[in-house]
């Protein structure tokens, strides 16, 4: 049993080190380890990856909050999208087929994949030719943070509001028909749509997938797919870790954000494009 705990806090570390710096959540690292490492049944791996959410995103958030380093005012915005969109998926559960989705939004996350790389290889973040757009500007969702890897103060605009708002409804979408974490879409709406710098976009996201899976785990509680003596460890592993991955973002370059982030969105992508196939990797 103390050997289990153990295991689970260094997996919930892992975890919340690996959300905090990419804004993904960290059900990407604790579902699989849950299932196929440690045999636990998916309802169960699901109700602890909700809860590794909430608890990465706490972490992380604090941490970016002090630094001023997330878009408060971007979040709140983009977050009613994300709730319209997580309602109505709720909603058409059963009607649209799931494989269909996956097949769109696997090649969604593949073409952003290769357009992130294009954005890598064009060099340093180009934040200064980036115009605001009308709705940005009335909203204040302009921004600035401090870049601790290059020792300056970064100004940014925030453009394609409507692009990004819409984006946000696919994420939310998606979260209430496939039953998946949509950190990967905040960030590609943020970054890729609305030209946000990569480091205030996965800030950001650490805070809205807080917000959204905070909904759902209300859900997952009644229905009995979280259990305490699994979901206690992670979080105080993962609420540490993403204390440290806060930490660790703030000292990295955005190419090398870019870099790790790239195969991680093309492997999501690729999974999610062959599993509307029923097929698995």
Known sequence: MINTILLLIIVGLGAGI????????GGMIVTPVLTLLMGLDIKYAIGASIISVIA????????YLKDDMLN??????????????????AVLTGVLPSAVLYVLFGVLLLFSAWNMYRKMRAGKEKTEAIQADSLSTKLKLNGSYYDN??????????????GGFTMMLGAGLASGLLGIGSG????????????????????????MMGVTAAASATVYFFNGSIRPE?????????????????????????????????????????????KGFEVTI
């Open 230 to 274: 699994i979901a206690a460890p992670l979080a105080i592993g993962i609420l540490v870790g993403a204390l440290i991955g806060s930490r660790i973002m703030k000292h990295l370059r955005a190419r090398v954000l870019r870099m790790i982030f790239i195969p991680i969105l093309f492997y999501i992508g690729l999974q999610m494009f062959l």
């Open 184 to 207: 990967a879409f905040k960030v590609i709406a943020m970054d890729t749509i609305m030209k946000m710098p990569l480091k205030p976009s996965s800030a950001t996201s650490n805070l």
């Open 18 to 25: 690996f959300g905090a710096i990419f804004g993904i959540g």
């Open 72 to 89: 408060l005012r971007v979040a709140m915005f983009l977050e009613i999208a994300t709730t319209i969109g997580a309602i109505a998926g």
């Open 56 to 63: 990465t995103s706490s972490g992380a958030t604090v941490a």
């Open 149 to 162: 890897a290059i020792d300056k103060k970064i100004d940014y605009q925030v453009s394609n509001v409507p």
